[in-house]
């Protein structure tokens, strides 16, 4: 089974496969013929497909004699851009396609009984199923038993051995090697009673008048009596340590289906004996355990399990794995040491070794951030720095503290195919990768991090898992026997269809208990082993079972079982670390996100939700004022009771500002945003609009040095959908961190998230966001932002302003009050007269001001004496505003429309307090006046 679709063998050619028919010709052929093959166009619908210019790809790979060990074809390209050497060649005239090649060179190896192929676009969005070829002049089909299957006899029985050749042959019978029996005389049969003493490795060889031989295997196993015992208290799932003999290691897999599981490793020459067969749990007859003495301490062993069905695998619960197909390719500078594969095992082998010593953690004392103060790196490490590893990570170190952010989110470092990936094809999520360092120095990059006042949050791919992992292995469908297959019906993780339209991979079942007991032990894992601080959730819309993978309004509405389930591992992860950071990638409705944003807040508690406000910035930095309205960085309007929405201008999965910028942006004369230094100062603006506005925000690594590449950048330079994942250039590399104009920015930035520190007023939850209000801006692209704590001990309002025009505009600011302001950058204040005289501001211009609580001059400038108003929750949802004032004597409301229409007024009864409005207004702007013996102060309210 090749990838993650469905197959089915073919022994002859022009045979109908999924509505897939084909020919190849010369038929039969050896692997080092020339051969055609040959696909009508009817069984390409181009039209549904979507293809220009006939592009028609295969995705092919081999496989030996023994149709096993499979590999792809050198040439395949990714699947979500194929190679165009395997594109294949259309004739319009037979309405056909065709591709002409050896199979020796084309899959550079010899040795091949069989290929396998399938046809797709160039991005993978459409494909066929799976078609099998059988290379050889000589044909062999075992009929009784099927070649790479097991069948279990019990010791003294017999089993009867058939098979079948297209010429007439002898046949040879081996067990374990031996010739059990021969033939002298040619046929096109055979069929042999073989009896059963003991396991056997069984192959059949056929060779024909010319010498030619073909050979197939299968396997014959006699049954085990497996014990039934209480596993001891101290092994769980997993690898144990024993908490007082070094020489001990407990090992437990939870098996269901399978009826006997064998240990093989180093210990025991990787060799099936019954001294290793594991005991079975009488509480729990699924589990099967077993304790592993006289173990070496500080030896490293490697192990798998073997299952009476012939599955190996690396235990899921590992910490780390060795990979026959990743590990050649790490450096020894990355992971000094590092333990060769052991030869023949295949797929991933586990480690132990007892006797370790523990890691020395130096900041224990660390305080993490409140949720509401979070300024998050998202940052992957491939392609933050060029060594591409912890130790690389560890040395930029001051360069992120510099920038004034105290969260790094990693992209997932759970073991993952390949080593140079997002990490979201996971295979093991308990495991540490090793493409980016040892364990060692991970916990030191976590230890410098906390040192210097840094959470650590990991990104985790829980929504899926790859073929690679033993959960799917253990139960999968295995026709090819290459290990790869679909999710079989027994399978105690996964679903065998996905439960939502945007699963990759397998998708896991999360009302399973066996699921959720994965779940939970990997976040014990990394909350424990590791130190992390919490994690960012990936996909939160596929833990849902209530969907189908074709229905995407069912996925994207809410899901009841969704919310149970993730308000289950909400009280599991807080269980472990109660004050750990729970955020989910969900980008759902509003009803959805509140039942997590506002659950357990009473406790200090509530999940935080991605914010995506990459559309809205972007095209204020471009200067376009088409949905340019990025309000719901406000989190009341998502109906959060506390600031639990991570906002966001760019993510790993949004195109780069930056590039926008320069590719699309905005000319007005001689102001052209396309310019860099013109779409750098821009970024500047960028900041001063987002990090002012209070709550957990997040940016992607290099944004604050104006990172241009595109998302989909291709290693070649051109830009394609299909290498959205691909390398990017890196930021240091190209000098970006000393570049004057680009540093700037960096400066910038690093300058207003200081703010956020200085100035406990941005903690405040009173505040607003106006961007892009045309009633007031009928040319759109100004911002004003306003926050407001009357109990700061310093600042207590902030007034931000911005032109994201390409012209200069006239801003009216809206004070609060008169007096004395401070542009909090560059300390300089200002004697404010008139709370609505315009300040001109460039294009591309911002200001930040607080309220200034020195002595300039004879007017009273303390905060606490000031007439002030302010109104909370602004935009007013529901039909009614909070107004809240300060010192305002014999004080009055009034409203107006932005007409200069008188709506309403009131006389205040008190000097200083909350006044609840019923705003029934029709939606749109307003001006309240607040006037009193001690001034005036006007606020705009914003009715939705």
């Not at 055609?36 to 549904?48: K, M, N, R, V, Y």
């Not at 660390?366 to 949720?371: D, E, G, I, Y």
């Not at 308000?567 to 269980?575: I, L």
């Not at 959908?721 to 570049?739: H, M, Q, V």
Request: aromatic share 14%; charged share 15%; proline share 4%.
């Amino acid at each position: 089974m090749k990838k993650f679709y469905s197959g089915v063998l073919l022994f002859i050619v022009a045979l109908v496969f999924g509505q897939i028919s084909y020919t190849v010709a010369p038929n039969p052929f050896n692997e080092t013929d020339q051969i055609t093959l040959t696909i009508p166009g009817s069984q390409i619908d181009e039209s549904a497909w979507g293809i220009a210019n006939n592009d028609v790809y295969i995705w092919t790979w081999s496989l030996d004699a023994n149709y096993s060990n499979s590999q792809d074809c050198p040439t395949n390209g990714s699947w979500g851009n194929s190679n165009d050497l395997n594109k294949l060649s259309y004739n319009s005239a037979a309405d056909a396609y065709s591709l002409t090649f050896t199979p020796t060179t084309f899959y550079n190896r010899t040795g091949i009984g069989r290929f396998g192929f399938l046809l797709k676009d160039k991005t993978g969005s459409h494909q066929t199923a799976d078609s099998f070829v059988n290379v050889g002049i000589l044909n062999l089909n075992l009929t009784n038993p099927l070649a790479n299957s097991l069948t279990s006899v019990p010791a003294g029985n017999s089993v009867n051995v058939t098979a079948t050749t297209n010429v007439n042959s002898t046949f040879q019978l081996k067990a374990n090697g031996t010739v059990v029996n021969s033939t002298s005389t040619p046929s096109a049969s055979y069929s042999y009673s073989y009896t059963v003493t003991a396991d056997a490795n069984m192959e059949l060889i056929a060779t024909d008048a010319n010498s030619n031989t073909k050979n197939a295997t299968f396997i014959l196993q006699t049954p085990r009596n497996v014990v039934s015992e209480a596993i001891p208290t101290w092994i769980k799932q997993g690898i144990n340590y024993h908490p007082t003999d070094n020489t001990r290691v407990g090992l437990a897999l939870y098996a269901p289906f399978k009826n006997f599981v064998h240990v093989i490793g180093s210990f025991n020459n990787w060799a099936v004996d019954d001294a290793y067969l594991m005991k079975r749990d009488t509480a729990n007859p699924d589990l099967y355990w077993i304790e592993l003495t006289g173990l070496t301490p500080s030896q490293l062993y490697t192990f798998q399990y073997r299952t009476n069905d012939l599955r190996k695998v690396a235990d899921p619960f590992s910490p780390q794995i060795l990979s026959s197909y990743d590990d050649q390719w790490i450096s020894a500078t990355t992971y000094p040491n590092l333990p060769p594969f052991p030869a023949g095992q295949g797929f991933e082998v586990s480690m132990f070794k007892t006797g370790q010593a523990p890691y020395n953690w130096q900041a224990t004392s660390f305080q993490r951030p409140n949720k509401e103060d979070l300024v998050v790196y998202e940052l992957l490490l491939r392609d933050f720095t060029q060594e591409k590893n912890w130790q690389s990570l560890i040395n930029k170190i001051t360069y992120l503290k510099n920038l004034k952010i105290n969260a790094i989110e990693l992209m997932p470092i759970m073991e993952f195919e390949g080593n140079l990936s997002w990490g979201y094809n996971t295979s093991f999520h308990y495991a540490l990768d090793k493409a980016y360092g040892t364990p060692e120095k991970f916990k030191e990059f976590v230890d410098l991090c906390h040192y210097n006042g840094i959470a650590v949050i990991l990104d985790v791919a829980f929504n899926h898992a790859t073929g690679r992992s033993p959960l799917v292995r253990l139960w999968n469908i295995d026709p090819d026997g290459d290990g790869y297959g679909d999710v079989a019906p027994n399978n105690p993780y996964f679903n065998t269809v996905p439960k939502h339209s945007y699963n990759v991979f397998n998708d896991f079942n999360h009302t399973s208990p066996s699921t959720r007991y994965y779940v939970e032990r990997t976040l014990q894992q990394w909350l424990t082993e590791y130190h992390i601080d919490g994690f960012r959730w990936d996909l939160t819309k596929g833990f849902t079972q209530s969907c189908s993978e074709n229905d995407e309004t069912c996925t994207n509405a809410y899901q009841q079982d969704r919310v149970d389930i993730m308000k289950y591992y909400a009280d599991k992860q807080w269980g472990i670390d109660p004050n750990s950071y729970m955020i989910f990638e969900h980008l759902g409705t509003d009803a959805e996100e509140q039942q997590w944003a506002n659950y357990r807040v009473a406790e200090g508690k509530g999940v935080m939700l991605w914010n995506n406000q990459n559309g809205a910035y972007n095209q204020n930095t471009m200067g376009y004022k088409e949905n340019s309205n990025f309000d719901r960085m406000n989190h009341t309007l998502h109906g959060f009771t506390n600031m639990h929405a991570v906002g966001y201008g760019e993510s790993h999965d949004e195109e780069r500002l930056m590039f926008k910028n320069i590719a699309y942006g905005a000319v007005n004369g001689a102001y052209d945003v396309k310019n860099l230094n013109t779409a750098l100062n821009r970024m500047k603006t960028f900041g001063a609009t987002f990090f002012t506005i209070p709550g957990p925000k997040m940016i992607w690594q290099f944004g604050e040095l104006g990172y241009e590449f595109s998302i989909n950048r291709c290693g070649d330079g051109s830009i394609n959908n299909g290498c959205r994942t691909d390398e990017k250039p890196i930021a240091f590399s190209l000098g970006y961190d000393t570049n004057v104009n680009r540093k700037a920015v960096y400066d910038t930035w690093a300058q207003i998230i200081n703010l956020r520190s200085l100035y406990p007023v941005f903690k405040s939850k009173t505040y607003s966001v106006e961007s892009n209000n045309l009633t007031n801006d009928p040319n759109g692209l100004i911002t004003r932002i306003y926050v407001y704590d009357n109990t700061a001990s310093t600042v207590q309002n902030v007034v931000v302003i911005a032109n994201y025009n390409t012209s200069a505009k006239d801003v009216v600011p809206y004070f609060p009050y008169t007096g004395q302001w401070k542009n909090l950058l560059d300390n300089t204040v200002s004697i404010v007269s008139s709370t609505t005289a315009p300040i001109n501001l460039q294009p591309g211009e911002f200001r930040i001001f607080g309220n200034y609580t020195g002595t300039l001059s004879t007017v009273d400038v303390n905060a606490e004496n000031k007439l002030s108003l302010q109104i909370a929750d602004n935009p007013v949802k529901n039909g009614l505003a909070k107004l809240i004032y300060h010192k305002a004597k014999n004080g009055e409301i009034i409203i107006y429309d932005m007409s200069g229409k008188k709506m309403d007024s009131f006389k205040l009864k008190n000097e200083s307090g909350t006044y609840e409005l019923k705003a029934n207004y029709p939606s749109g702007t307003y001006l309240v006046h607040l006037k009193s013996e001690t001034g005036v102060a006007i606020q705009k309210m914003i009715i939705k």
